[in-house]
């Protein structure tokens, strides 16, 4: 398993623009073949996969994300963020980070950052 550790979620209002931090410890980053992802549950709904990057940097996102959000890794500072633009209430969730060594990512999660859009 890897350690992932995540930051950068908090309240925002409908329209704005928030961006979520994760870092892996260094040795999975290095690894030739995984994958990353965020995934999102909202209240009383199941878990949904967001979007994901793998090792060469090709990414996946839900139909839901897929224009409003960027997924991105930066292999010098081991971390991959997650853009997230034009946010409505519907996004509003507890945003987890996870990694694998196969798609999609499960094998490894973070604790978990809440993310809030409310005006």
């Known amino acids: 398993q890897v350690r992932l550790v995540e930051s950068g979620g908090g309240l925002v209002q409908p329209g704005g623009s928030l961006t979520l931090s994760c870092t892996a410890s260094?040795?999975?980053?290095?690894?030739?073949?995984?994958?990353m992802g965020w995934y999102r549950q909202a209240p009383g709904k199941e878990r949904e996969l967001v979007a994901t990057?793998?090792?060469?940097?090709?990414?996946t996102y839900a139909d839901s994300v897929a224009g409003r959000f960027i997924i991105f890794r930066n292999d010098a500072k081991l971390t991959v963020d997650l853009q997230m633009r034009g946010l409505t209430p519907e996004d509003t969730a507890i945003y987890y980070c996870?990694?694998?060594?196969?798609?999609?990512?499960?094998?490894?999660w973070g604790q978990g950052t809440q993310v809030i859009v409310a005006s």
């Open positions: 996870a990694a694998g060594a196969s798609y999609p990512p499960s094998g490894s």
């Open positions: 990057v793998d090792a060469g940097h090709a990414t």
């Open positions: 260094g040795a999975f980053f290095s690894s030739a073949r995984h994958f």
